[in-house]
T-cell receptor, first 115, second 113 residues
Framework: DGGITQSPKYLFRKEGQNVTLSCEQNLNHDAMYWYRQDPGQGLRLIYYSQIVNDFQKGDIAEGYSVSREKKESFPLTVTSAQKNPTAFYLC??????????????FGPGTRLTVL | DAKTTQPPSMDCAEGRAANLPCNHSTISGNEYVYWYRQIHSQGPQYIIHGLKNNETNEMASLIITEDRKSSTLILPHATLRDTAVYYCIVRVANMAAGNKLTFGGGTRVLVKP
């Protein structure tokens, strides 16, 4: 099946450790996104990438880093500089490069808990 | 992108139509209205979008007022599986901005038997 996968669904890390969340899509989409969601809140954009080897900061990029070496992969690293890393992390992708492009498709999310 | 205002929560009876309002009074001419929903602990799911004409698909209908300052998402026959948070998003189709989505608090819809 085509879609977006994020693994693992639940992730636990000790404070001060960097952790990398994976996001893979086989939809042949050019654009990919990372969002963070805190309990009872909407989604906030961390980073996005419109094409391979290019990415831009979103609204809350501090303490995070990304890479886009392959079209199908957009891993997110939560660094020790992120003050409150415990959250639900969602990856999305979007197809097409035209101005009026398609909707974003979301992965199932990874719930990160920093102990 | 224009800001949207939605009621924080609403209840709906199973089998009845659910009408979800959204205000976007500062919407500009090139901004689309998008609706997503998020079932608990899952990723958001696209529902429908429109510019100025009413739209319908297999999931819902979208009614946009003539002045485009508000819209209503209609779930014609709500089921228990429609219980979710529904997000109304107004977005400019601007490639320079990466077609980002800005999510607000949404409306928490509870469908009751």
């Amino acid at each position: 099946d085509g879609g977006i996968t994020q693994s693992p669904k639940y992730l636990f890390r000790k404070e001060g450790q960097n952790v990398t969340l994976s996001c893979e899509q086989n939809l042949n989409h050019d654009a990919m996104y990372w969002y963070r969601q805190d309990p009872g809140q909407g989604l906030r954009l961390i980073y996005y990438s419109q094409i391979v080897n290019d990415f831009q900061k979103g609204d809350i990029a501090e303490g995070y880093s990304v890479s886009r070496e392959k079209k199908e992969s957009f891993p997110l690293t939560v660094t020790s500089a992120q003050k409150n890393p415990t959250a639900f992390y969602l990856c999305a992708s979007r197809g097409g490069t035209g101005t009026y492009s398609n909707e974003q498709f979301f992965g199932p999310g990874t719930r990160l808990t920093v102990l | 992108d224009a800001k949207t205002t939605q009621p924080p929560s609403m209840d709906c009876a199973e089998g009845r139509a659910a009408n979800l309002p959204c205000n976007h009074s500062t919407i500009s001419g090139n901004e689309y209205v998008y609706w997503y929903r998020q079932i608990h602990s899952q990723g958001p799911q696209y529902i429908i979008h429109g510019l100025k004409n009413n739209e319908t698909n297999e999931m819902a209908s979208l009614i946009i007022t003539e002045d485009r300052k508000s819209s209503t998402l209609i779930l014609p026959h709500a089921t228990l599986r429609d219980t979710a948070v529904y997000y109304c998003i107004v977005r400019v189709a601007n490639m320079a901005a990466g077609n980002k989505l800005t999510f607000g608090g949404g409306t928490r819809v509870l469908v009751k038997p």
